[in-house]
């Protein structure tokens, strides 16, 4: 049991880190002491979200996508051994529909890990993972709710309704939708500077000052929801084929609602 909980934290990781070789790049030689650097992913706050350009994962970025702050914070916690403090961060990201957020929920609910063990909510968090089809998620669900005996699946019917109700994509995506477009109307009055060249954005990150290209880090992939969602499923829908053995499972099917 434990093994294969294991690997369901070893698929999220490796998919996760894929934005880790644009991570290892450092801040351009030669640059004055307290002159703006060109803005990079280091390698705590970007190697868990592929779904962004690393030149613009900043801390204002992530309060900008509360998903993936939740996920980035949540995964943090966790590899800092603080496991409850990962569970309230990943329950942040999965209220803004964060499907990793959600995977991770489920793998820590399975095992015990920060709270008691309860696999019916592990099932639960793992099978909203899955309900847009991401295929590593749907692999997991169905492993779960194969494990679990009839007095948990009755427990699923019962407890399934209130947990999707807030977290499921049809609550969360319209919540995240409005952030999104909030945060855009925030920047986007000022994307241009006196000239009518396209602002450069300062961000602090440890005190430095971080120049961004405005119209990179306000790209319509970053901040209209529709396109966002494009992104997200091109990453995630596709088997990670290569990166992780998930071992004997031959066949994924829609977990059962």
């Known amino acids: 049991m434990r093994q294969e909980a294991t690997l369901a934290v070893a698929i999220v990781l490796a998919a996760l880190a894929s934005a880790v070789p644009a991570a290892a790049a450092g801040a351009a030689a030669g640059q004055d002491a307290g002159a703006p650097v060109e803005a990079h992913a ?20 992530l309060e900008a996508h509360p998903d993936l702050a939740g996920r980035q914070r949540g995964m943090d916690a966790l590899l800092d ?48 993972a899955a309900e847009r089809g991401y295929h590593e998620f749907q692999v997991w669900a169905q492993m779960y709710w194969e494990q679990l005996d009839e007095a948990e699946r009755a427990e699923v019917a019962a407890r399934g309704p209130v947990l999707k109700a807030e977290f499921g994509d049809e609550a969360a995506a319209p919540r995240l939708a409005r952030v999104l477009r909030r945060e855009r109307q925030r920047g986007t009055g000022s994307m241009l500077d006196a000239s009518g060249q396209a602002a450069t954005i300062t961000a602090y990150e440890n005190g430095k000052p971080v120049a961004i290209d405005g119209r990179k880090f306000y790209a319509e992939e970053n901040f209209d929801a529709a396109a966002y969602r494009q992104v997200q499923d091109r990453l995630w829908t596709a088997p990670l084929e290569g990166r992780v053995d998930v071992g004997e499972v031959e066949k994924v099917e829609q977990p059962p609602r």
Do not use: C, H
Not at 100 to 125: H, I, K
């Open 42 to 61: 280091d390698s705590g706050r970007g190697r868990f979200i592929p779904e962004l350009d690393p030149a613009v994962i900043t801390a204002g970025m």
């Open 81 to 128: 051994g603080r496991p409850e403090d990962a569970l309230d961060q990943f329950r942040r990201g999965a209220r803004y529909g964060d499907k990793p957020s959600q995977a991770m929920l489920g793998e820590l609910n399975w095992t015990g890990q920060g709270t008691p063990v309860d696999r019916v909510a592990g099932y639960l968090w793992m099978f909203l």
